[in-house]
């Protein structure tokens, strides 16, 4: 009844509730909430799961909840955030840059830096910034690392030639240790 008070006008990414709560059942506290609120029920009783995937949960956890379960929902809605995403802000002369995922062709790697090349710019945008950090900024659905200096995004490829990628006079290897998970990607596209 409280958190009914503090809700509204809140920004709330992810609620745990717990089906089973003194004055108001959880299900029906879930149909107040805003809509974009990713949530996640907690209880005690397996009955209540399908009631649960009626109301749109992102997850359902049987208590005692284990932290890999715990943090495997908590997971789950970050990835789905993440994929919600059009633009991120990257570090760039002391400015922060708004880059637009869409128009990202690919990102490679330089020791401490990357460039990020996109559509629109002759020159890559260039940032301190690791390729791993980089990866996990981006949403996994879109972008794809071929490489461990290159990151592409999957719909900007339209030609593989010999086992690179080829973006208008730029040839991106395949390296092997990605080569699965690029055929893999492939494979669901054919």
Do not use: C, W
Not at 78 to 101: A, G, H, N, P, R
Not at 121 to 133: E, F, R, V
Not at 179 to 189: G, P, S, T, Y
Request: no cysteine; charged share 30%; proline share 4%.
């Amino acid at each position: 009844v409280q958190a009914m008070k503090e809700l509204p006008g809140e920004e709330v990414d992810l609620l745990f509730l717990d089906i089973q709560m003194p004055e108001l059942n959880g299900l029906e506290f879930s149909k107040m909430v805003d809509p974009h609120t990713r949530i996640v029920f907690t209880t005690a009783f397996g009955q209540y799961a399908i009631d649960g995937y009626r109301v749109n949960a992102l997850d359902y956890l049987l208590k005692p909840i284990s932290y890999v379960d715990f943090l495997q929902a908590a997971n789950k809605a970050l990835v789905q955030k993440l994929e919600e995403i059009d633009s991120i802000f990257v570090k760039s002369d002391y400015k922060l840059v708004q880059v637009d995922l869409k128009k990202i062709m690919y990102i490679e790697g330089l020791k401490d830096y990357i460039k990020i090349y996109t559509e629109d710019d002759a020159k890559p945008i260039l940032s301190l910034m690791s390729m791993k950090a980089m990866e996990e900024l981006l949403p996994s659905s879109r972008f794809i690392r071929v490489h461990r200096s290159f990151i592409v995004q999957k719909d900007k490829i339209r030609v593989i030639d010999r086992g690179r990628i080829v973006f208008d006079k730029t040839y991106i290897p395949i390296s092997d240790s990605y080569k699965q998970v690029f055929q893999a990607f492939l494979d669901e596209r054919s």
